[in-house]
């Protein structure tokens, strides 16, 4: 028997700290338990700019390998970099060693199949976990070989593709790389583009000298904002550390929502494919669902979460699919998100729109949203009710913790996947109306 900490197999990825937590030892066991799980021939693995990533990666590789599995090593890459190594070359399976957006002391694995499917709690991760701790791992023939291929070319080559090159105008644009992934990505796409880009950390550190590779949480974003109004930028964009999560700002150095990206990337595929499906997230704005339609395109309300995005996007072969949290799935990406390619969409958008990416957001969208609110709770299902009850004459629904709906105004409330937290978004039609319901909620989740 093995001793592993069993919180380091979450819902979506294997992660901790390291070493305490998730070490080379773990990672060579991962390897081999991935193979004996997978049964996959090859395995394509990536790996981040974090100080522990080449370690990890070393010993995920001898652990695939010693289980008999072939091993293609694309080196320092982007999470969608990763997915498309798999989806693009057939690889049966792929390996990603991240902490994504996590502090410097994190890391961790992100898995996939053929054609980029993601790897869950509940469709993998929890049965690796038992193959380590009991140790019956697979016998190998032979052991497996190791061989490296750069695929940066071929990534810049397919992301581009789903722009015309020709449309984008000559745009000033900061991109904030927070010292992680995107900084070798950038520079490697955008010599095919006409934009002046504007670097800001773009040095591959994974002890994020400069701040977190976060921009979900506004602190992150400070210095992108302060470097669009400074340099007096057309926008401005962020990427967390493994690249694959977008967020942008505009030319008043205001961040936009993932909601709003998601409805800008919607705006310009229902362009190129009337009639398309769209996917959306139950905590984005009533103006995603509002420009899909808009459009011509047919909008599906999800839950939250890539496992739950991808599996409705392929049951509905549907184009697209975002996520307020800058997620964004795309079709011709085998499903799979990419901040990239939703970057290079929104360039097209603005392009076309020839006008300032705050007055295209302005005709979209007048309403008002709070943000993520979190708040530790007891007695999680309890509070739920609780607050349903609060709200006897709303419009409810249980897709994803409690939704409750008015004609002007919504929130809902749903529970973390890992900790004793109630998470709150609301929207509402103005900002006093805001500020009145979401203190109203928050006076019934935190009493």
């Known amino acids: 028997m093995v001793e592993v900490d069993p919180k380091i197999f979450k819902a979506y990825d294997i992660r901790g700290e390291y070493p305490d937590e998730i070490n080379e030892e773990i990672a060579y066991k991962i390897g081999r338990a991935f193979v004996t799980f997978t049964k996959a021939s090859t395995v394509a693995v990536g790996r981040d700019m974090r100080r522990s990533s080449p370690q990890l990666s070393n010993a995920l590789i001898n652990g695939i390998a010693d289980c008999g599995g072939d091993v293609v090593d694309i080196g320092m890459i982007s999470t969608d970099g990763l997915y498309f190594a798999v989806g693009k070359f057939g ?99 955008f010599k095919n583009l006409p934009c002046q880009i504007i670097p800001l950390y773009f040095e591959l550190d994974g002890s994020f000298p400069n701040h977190p590779a976060s921009p979900i949480e506004p602190e992150n974003v400070v210095d992108l904002r302060r470097k669009v109004e400074e340099t007096k930028a057309d926008l401005g964009a962020a990427f967390d550390g493994d690249a694959d999560r977008m967020f942008l700002c505009n030319e008043k150095s205001e961040m936009l929502g993932g909601d709003m990206v998601t409805a800008l990337v919607a705006k310009n595929l229902l362009i190129k494919e009337a009639g398309a499906r769209i996917l959306y997230n139950l905590i984005c704005s009533r103006t ?27 049951e509905h072969n549907a184009v697209f699919g975002g996520e307020h949290s800058g997620h964004f799935y795309f079709r011709d990406n085998w499903f799979a998100d990419s901040g990239m390619i939703a970057l290079l969409v929104c360039l097209e958008v603005i392009s076309a729109e020839n006008k300032p990416l705050s007055e295209i957001i302005a005709t979209m969208d007048s309403l008002h949203r709070s943000g993520e609110i979190n708040s530790k709770v007891a007695d999680v299902s309890g509070k739920l009710a609780e607050i349903e009850k609060a709200f006897p004459e709303a419009r409810v629904d249980h897709l994803d913790g409690v939704t409750l709906q008015y004609d002007d105004w919504w929130f809902n409330v749903r529970p973390s996947n890992t900790e004793p937290l109630l998470r709150l978004n609301v929207e509402a039609s103005s900002e006093e109306q805001l500020k009145e319901k979401a203190g109203l909620i928050l006076s019934i989740i935190r009493r």
Do not use: Q, W
């Not at 380590?132 to 291929?149: D, L, N």
């Not at 420009?291 to 409705?312: L, N, P």
């Open 91 to 189: 690889y049966p399976a792929g390996v990603m060693i991240t902490a994504s957006h996590n502090p410097a002391r994190y890391n961790g694995l992100k898995m996939c199949r053929e054609k980029a499917v993601p790897i869950s709690g509940e469709t993998g991760i929890k049965e690796i976990e038992r193959i380590i701790k009991k140790g019956r791992f697979i016998s190998a023939i032979r052991r497996g070989k190791i061989v490296k291929k750069d695929v940066l070319e071929e990534y810049a080559k397919h992301v581009l593709s789903f722009v015309n090159l020709k449309r984008i105008k000559p745009f000033r644009i900061v991109i904030d790389a927070g010292n992680g992934m995107a900084g070798k990505l950038v520079p490697v796409v």
């Open 288 to 314: 995603v669902p509002k420009v899909i339609k808009e459009g011509g395109g047919e909008a599906i309300r999800t839950r939250v979460g890539h496992a739950f995005i991808k599996a409705y996007m392929k």
